[in-house]
Every structure is written in C-alpha cells, then in structure tokens.
C-alpha cells in the first residue's frame, strides 16, 4: 500500500532552521515526482517545491531558503528550510505524482497532479 509520512515539524524562532522528512512506502518513489505543499490556516495550500531525480524546483517564496534532497535507498525525500519566517508557518505536507514526469517541471505546482499525500506536519515560526 502505498503511503507517505512526514516528520521533523515543530516550533522554531524566526530566522532558525527545520528540517522535514517524507517516508515513502509501497511503489511510491522511484521515478516519482515529490514535492512539497503547505497550507496555512485559512489559506489554500500552495506549491513549495519538488524533486524528480536530481533536478529540484521552488516556489520564489522560498527559492534560497529551502531546499529538497532525496535519500533514495532510504526512500525519504527532506525539506531544509532555513531563514524561517513567521509567513511560513504552516502545515507542510509532502505528495507524490506518478503521473508527471521531468518534462511536466511547469506542472508541478499544481497539487491536483499528485496522487498521494502524506497526513501533513505543523510548522510553527514565533517572531
């Protein structure tokens, strides 16, 4: 069965640094497309970035704070999130599509390309 999990959330101070971890189960992985989405209270949830074998992708939210690596035989994709700001507090949640591909990069933000969706994380930034 496939599934993803996510890890690592928690309270940090702005200006600090977290990082999330995304456990894949079950076919889910090689060859995938994994990003990252996070969505605030009241607001949609948004594209943070993605990953397809070495190539990585950002939002301009986030484009040099956070980056997106992958262990593959650990079957985890992470999220390192640095200069943290208030604005970026937020449940992150990782997703996987198995339908985009490394010629879809434009695709990628939109959530409704993704099959599966892990539970989510709270990320909290206090100023």
């Known amino acids: 069965q496939e599934q993803l999990v996510e890890s690592g959330g928690g309270l940090v101070q702005a200006g600090g640094s977290l990082r999330l971890s995304c456990g894949a189960s079950?076919?889910?992985?090689?060859?995938?497309?994994m990003g990252w989405f996070r969505q605030a209270p009241g607001k949609e949830r948004e594209f943070v970035g993605a990953?397809?074998?070495?190539?990585?992708y950002y939002s301009d939210s986030v484009k040099g704070r956070f980056t997106i690596s992958r262990d593959n035989p650990k079957n985890t994709v992470y999220l390192r999130m640095n200069s943290l700001e208030p604005e970026d507090t937020a449940v992150y949640y990782c997703?996987?599509?198995?339908?985009?591909?490394?010629?879809?990069?434009?695709?990628?933000?939109?959530?409704?390309?993704?099959?599966?969706w892990g539970q989510g994380t709270q990320v909290t930034v206090a100023s």
């Open positions: 997703a996987a599509s198995r339908r985009l591909n490394a010629y879809d990069s434009s695709q990628y933000k939109y959530r409704d390309n993704y099959d599966y």
């Open positions: 079950g076919r889910i992985f090689s060859g995938y497309v």
């Open positions: 990953i397809l074998g070495s190539g990585t």
